[in-house]
């Protein structure tokens, strides 16, 4: 039995692959390369989307900062003449305060959207 040669099965000259290897190839490069430059795309659409909102959906206006209003909250905190705020953090919607007084030092948690106190906590040395 006599086995026909193919020419399609035969490597190039030169090479170890054949016209049919060499021709996937080019189409798996052609599709990465579609797929890199779409990803880049993606990419700065999302960097342009993000820096044109400015930030608008987390910005308080200057009035309601003067005004010591946010979203028609008002708060007032007691802390005592002869206490005063050393530090503050701001998580979310959470102010925490630290406080010094001559009763000792605390840290005081509110709720900016209600305006309550969530925990009051004291510090002692150990």
Request: glycine share 12%; charged share 20%; net charge negative.
């Amino acid at each position: 039995m006599t086995v026909l040669n193919d020419s399609g099965n035969e490597p190039l000259p030169g090479t170890v692959f054949t016209p049919r290897q060499v021709r996937v190839l080019k189409i798996a490069v052609i599709v990465m390369g579609l797929l890199l430059v779409g990803g880049f795309a993606f990419v700065l659409a999302a960097i342009v989307y993000q820096a044109s909102r400015g930030g608008q959906d987390e910005a308080v206006s200057a009035e309601a900062v003067s005004a010591g209003v946010l979203d028609g909250v008002e708060a007032e905190l007691a802390i005592g003449k002869d206490g005063s705020v050393t530090g503050l953090a701001l998580d979310g919607d959470r102010l925490a305060l630290h406080l010094n007084s001559a009763s000792g030092p605390k840290i005081v948690v509110i709720d900016l959207a209600t305006g309550k106190v969530v925990a009051r906590v004291r510090l002692k040395a150990e």
